[in-house]
T-cell receptor
Framework: LAKTTQPISMDSYEGQEVNITCSHN???????ITWYQQFPSQGPRFIIQGYKTKVTNEVASLFIPADRKSSTLSLPRVSLSDTAVYYC????????????FGIGTKLQVIP | GAVVSQHPSWVICKSGTSVKIECRSLDFQATTMFWYRQFPKQSLMLMAT?????????EQGVEKDKFLINHASLTLSTLTVTSAHPEDSSFYICSARPKGRGLRTDTQYFGPGTRLTVL
């Protein structure tokens, strides 16, 4: 599966919109992108998933350009409780492929 | 829906003893379960993939005789750390892929993790 690259860390003030971009240059036709959030000493939590264009749910938006070689997770109006590590994963339809977690992006929200 | 539990949430044991960690999908059946290990300030590292009724597939560098995985049913997988040593101290996380029934079958649902400390 395609390797992902993300910024190691980001800082943001409360109330701002945060965009975290992930590169996945070798993504295949039957791959999709999933973002997870992890707090210290907890398992990762599903945030959002998409294949192309834009996906929005109650907590985030995911933007995927036409070439699908990158994706951007957008968190609107972050709060202190959004301080966490965010992982971008490339997963394959069919559900039987293992995935590799990258280093993730440590988001620090500042009051 | 899509809740995965792990038991225990934390465990402290003496060097040389064995520890069993359970991973259960509470409200769905899982075709595949994964076991990860996470050291402080590092990312999750996949240890093994297990499918119900078949032997687990271990990642390179993971000793299958030390980390015994049993996927007894579509809702339960266990990881046994045999003859644990201090270097096995870590955060162990399982995940499960749903078999269907309206959940995202292409997404992993993660357990809360188990903190293992070997003295």
């Amino acid at each position: 599966l395609a390797k992902t690259t993300q910024p190691i860390s980001m800082d943001s003030y409360e109330g701002q919109e945060v965009n975290i971009t992930c590169s996945h240059n070798n993504i295949a036709t039957n791959d999709y992108i999933t973002w997870y959030q992890q707090f210290p000493s907890q398992g990762p939590r599903f945030i959002i998933q998409g294949y192309k264009t834009k996906v929005t749910n109650e907590v985030a938006s995911l933007f995927i350009p036409a070439d699908r070689k990158s994706s951007t997770l957008s968190l609107p109006r972050v709060s202190l409780s959004d301080t966490a590590v965010y992982y971008c994963l490339v997963e394959r339809f069919g559900g039987y492929q293992k995935v590799t977690f990258g280093i993730g992006t440590k988001l620090q929200v500042i009051p | 829906g899509a809740v995965v539990s792990q038991h225990p949430s934390w465990v402290i044991c003496k060097s040389g003893t064995s520890v069993k960690i359970e991973c259960r999908s509470l409200d769905f059946q899982a075709t595949t379960m994964f076991w990860y290990r996470q050291f402080p300030k590092q990312s999750l590292m996949l240890m093994a993939t297990s499918n119900e009724g078949s032997k687990a597939t271990y990642e390179q560098g993971v000793e299958k005789d030390k980390f015994l995985i049993n996927h007894a049913s579509l809702t339960l997988s266990t990881l046994t750390v045999t003859s644990a040593h201090p270097e096995d101290s870590s955060f162990y996380i399982c995940s499960a892929r749903p078999k269907g029934r309206g959940l995202r079958t292409d997404t992993q649902y993660f357990g809360p993790g188990t903190r293992l400390t070997v003295l």
